[in-house]
């Protein structure tokens, strides 16, 4: 099944099917990003549906965004799976419809 939130556009949006996203070799705030699966790109024949599909990069963490309107309602969510004191936070205007929490790491 492919995952609706996962396209590649090549001559139209095709599936990326079987995902696979890894972060890994931390350094600070820095990740090695690898995400993998089959993508359908529909080129010809040979190069239509459930090719192999692979990004490898290197990527800056600079905050989790909660959508949430309620500051405390956003701490309260995201202390679920982090330690609130790494973070600062702030309100941030975004398009949706109610505002949004920044949370970004402190830096020391």
Excluded at 14 to 35: D, T
Excluded at 62 to 83: C, D, H, W
């Amino acid at each position: 099944m492919a995952n609706e939130r996962s396209t590649m556009y090549l001559f139209e949006h095709g599936s990326i099917k079987n995902c696979r996203l890894e972060f890994a070799e931390r350094r600070e705030a820095e990740f090695s990003l690898l995400w993998q699966g089959l993508c359908d790109l529909f080129w010809d024949e040979d190069y239509s549906d459930n090719l192999d599909f692979q990004i490898e990069a290197r990527v800056q963490f600079i905050g989790i965004a909660v959508y949430e309107k309620e500051p405390s309602t956003s701490q309260q969510m995201l202390s679920r799976f982090q330690n609130l004191s790494d973070f600062t936070q702030e309100s941030i205007p975004t398009y949706a419809p109610e505002s949004t929490t920044q949370f970004r790491p402190k830096v020391d």
